[in-house]
């Protein structure tokens, strides 16, 4: 993909964190936020705890299962008693007003709708990755965003924590040389992918508002254990497979570290499986990226359901632990690579080019020596709130985290198509797709339709 999808008006975006420009509302440093929670259970439920537990007002919470409705007012029964709950987001945008944000952790389809309802209704955004299921809904977002004057903040927890950081610091001084590939890998999707539909039906339970739950994709019956309450990653009209889920995790070191724009290219190498319905049980993907902060252009190779870079390219990672992580991030430059152990960003590697092993990099003289540049904070819901607060974004690498969606979201539609996709700019679409182009917007039913597709 390339910068098609930048939204007319050239509006200011900081991604990944991701902060748009923004109009400092006044009073904000001297009273509780007024805030409302989408998707209270699974992911949301940490969320919850901290806002809970923040200074802040929760007023308002909603999720389709009355169930998980309960369990949080529960909750906030002491702390917040007026708080009110609904099933249905939009009823709650069209009963509560005057919330200062919002956070949303809800499952990937029903994201683009709710955070630009929000931020129509003059709301701040935290928004669990990906931002959106669809290209299409990525450059509504970044519209809505610049014109509402109202930050958007992904929900990058790993990129957040002081080792991240450092990282990024010591990378700067230029250890590895430019970068020529990225490697990506992951044992992920721990999920069912690659079956087709299923038929039949089975009972909705009773705590379950289905069709909201389908939030508009295209109507089907209840099938325990299928889509609700976690399998939904695995088919194409919910999720984005391992991409969108550990995927978002893992790629934005990369990204933030060398400036990547977004991907001029994506091929599928490999696919084991997969439909237009549902991702394939494993794959293999190739990006084409151009990075900002250096000549040469970056290929980004991705690997999931178990699969691997050829040994040849992991031998330092072997040597040094042993073994080679079931998941991983390796940076190979002309005079050395960087390798991050697992999908928390936590643990990294230094190698030299011709050296058998790496360095623990907390071991390394770039540990000590690098400048401190980055601002730090405790956790990302003390980032958000507090820039929320100030009206100041936070300013980490304006571009890296759009790009990285487009890359999540453009490598979900090779997935299923096959083939080699190039973006066109000017056209905004894939040249000689293969049916590409169909997937590029949601298909959504009527009454949810919230832009001209």
């Known amino acids: 993909m390339g910068a098609g999808l930048v939204a007319s008006g050239g509006c200011s975006v900081s991604i990944t964190p ?31 705890e901290y806002l809970c537990k923040s200074g802040e007002r929760v007023v308002a919470l909603c999720d389709v299962d009355s169930q998980e409705l309960s369990n949080a007012r529960e909750m906030t029964s002491v ?56 290209l299409a809904e990525l450059h509504v977002l970044e519209y809505e965003a610049g014109k509402a004057e109202r930050l958007v903040l992904s929900g990058d927890l790993q990129c957040t924590h002081k080792m991240a950081l450092r990282a990024f610091e010591a990378l700067e001084s230029g250890v590895t040389g430019e970068i020529r590939q990225v490697h990506l890998w992951t044992n992920r999707p721990v999920w069912p992918q690659g079956a087709s539909m299923p038929v039949g039906s089975d009972p909705v339970p009773e705590t379950l508002a289905w069709d909201l739950w389908l939030a508009g994709a295209r109507p089907r019956s209840f099938k325990r254990f299928v889509y609700h ?42 696919a084991d499986g997969g439909s237009p319905a549902a991702y394939p049980k494993a794959s293999e993907l190739k990006f084409i990226c151009k990075s900002e902060r250096q000549k040469a252009n970056v290929e980004l190779f991705w690997y999931d359901g178990n699969r691997m870079p050829n040994s040849d390219i992991v031998k330092q990672v072997q040597a040094t632990l042993g073994r080679v992580p079931g998941t991983g991030v390796l940076l190979v430059g002309e005079r050395g690579s960087w390798f991050v152990s697992g999908s928390g960003c936590k643990q990294h590697y230094i190698g030299l080019n011709g050296a058998s092993r790496m360095t623990d990099f907390e071991k390394h003289d770039l540990w000590l020596s690098s400048k401190k540049v980055v601002a730090r904070y405790e956790n990302y819901h003390q980032l958000f709130l507090g820039a929320v607060r100030s009206g100041k974004a936070y300013d980490f690498n304006k571009t890296a985290g759009i790009a990285l969606h487009k890359a999540v979201l453009s490598g979900a539609i090779a997935q299923r198509v096959g083939g080699k996709l190039e973006w066109e700019n000017r056209k905004w679409r894939f040249a000689d797709a293969g049916g590409a182009n169909e997937m590029l917007a949601p298909s959504l039913q009527p009454g949810w339709k919230y832009f001209d597709q």
């Open 18 to 48: 991701w902060l748009s420009g923004q109009k400092k509302r006044t009073g904000l440093s001297d009273r509780p936020l007024r805030l409302a929670m989408i998707g209270v259970g699974g992911a949301g439920r940490s969320h919850f």
């Open 79 to 134: 702390k917040f008693p007026d708080v009110q709950s609904f099933q249905d987001f939009r009823v709650m945008f069209d009963n509560v007003r005057n919330l200062d944000a919002v956070v949303i952790a809800t499952p990937d389809h029903g994201h683009g709708m709710q955070a630009v309802r929000a931020l129509r209704e003059g709301c701040h955004v935290y928004l669990e990755t990906p931002l959106t299921h669809t």
């Open 229 to 270: 309450k976690f399998n939904w990653r695995g088919w194409s009209d919910f999720g984005a497979g391992a991409l969108g889920d550990i995927g978002c995790q893992m790629l934005s070191f990369p990204f933030k570290a060398l400036a990547l724009q977004a991907p001029l290219s994506v091929e599928r190498i490999f």
